[in-house]
T-cell receptor, first 112, second 114 residues
Framework: QKEVEQNSGPLSVPEGAIASLNCTYSDRGSQSFFWYRQYSGKSPELIMSIYSNGDKEDGRFTAQLNKASQYVSLLIRDSQPSDSATYLCAVIDTGANSKLTFGKGITLSVRP | DAGITQSPRHKVTETGTPVTLRCHQTENHRYMYWYRQDPGHGLRLIHYSYGVKDTDKGEVSDGYSVSRSKTEDFLLTLESATSSQTSVYFC?????????????FGPGTRLTVL
């Protein structure tokens, strides 16, 4: 059974701080990794994808991947109250059909 | 929003009744998925489709069936709804983005089984 684990929450940070969200995965052959943001009552929205070891930056978001440690993280710089949401880590299965395995998510709260 | 709609958006039904949820996409994507989302469990795959009339089971397929007679429509059926199937159901499609397959979600259907 492929597993994706996210550190337990909720996570609370003050406005302007860096929020660090972490995720580990069990399938060593996984190649593609995704972070989704989900506001309460809404559907998941893709915010970052990463495929290569290292960092990938997009605005205030940085995804970090370490395949040797089977670890992927999301950093949110200059956190804003509008970043308050649940963040889901997802890993694409190594088999066919582009199936994703999701972590259970972590809820981030940014305090004004 | 990847052109995905789901209907109905909300439904309340009684135990033992059949229920069909519809996912419709407008961009001719080959892969479509049905998930359920429950507190403490995250998103779990129910069934998926890799083409017209081509479907397969996911992690939590018991009590559910699917059909895909046209590329644009993927139907999820609960033959005899139970209270344990109260959940939020999301449809997703897979599209190529940045060189890899990436899933995009519909708005969801909130189903309550009394």
């Amino acid at each position: 059974q492929k597993e994706v684990e996210q550190n337990s929450g909720p996570l609370s940070v003050p406005e302007g701080a860096i929020a660090s969200l972490n995720c580990t995965y069990s399938d060593r052959g996984s190649q593609s990794f995704f972070w989704y943001r989900q506001y309460s009552g809404k559907s998941p929205e893709l915010i970052m994808s990463i495929y290569s070891n290292g960092d990938k930056e997009d605005g205030r978001f940085t995804a970090q991947l370490n395949k040797a440690s089977q670890y992927v993280s999301l950093l949110i710089r200059d956190s804003q109250p509008s970043d308050s949401a649940t963040y889901l880590c997802a890993v694409i299965d190594t088999g066919a059909n582009s199936k994703l395995t999701f972590g259970k998510g972590i809820t981030l709260s940014v305090r004004p | 929003d990847a052109g995905i709609t789901q209907s109905p958006r909300h439904k309340v039904t009684e135990t033992g009744t059949p229920v069909t949820l519809r996912c419709h996409q407008t961009e001719n994507h080959r892969y479509m998925y049905w998930y359920r989302q429950d507190p403490g469990h995250g998103l779990r795959l129910i069934h998926y489709s890799y083409g017209v009339k081509d479907t397969d089971k996911g992690e939590v397929s018991d009590g559910y069936s699917v059909s895909r007679s046209k590329t644009e429509d993927f139907l999820l059926t609960l033959e005899s709804a139970t209270s344990s199937q109260t959940s939020v159901y999301f449809c997703a499609i897979s599209a190529l983005a940045g060189g890899t397959d990436t899933q995009y979600f519909g708005p969801g259907t909130r189903l309550t089984v009394l």
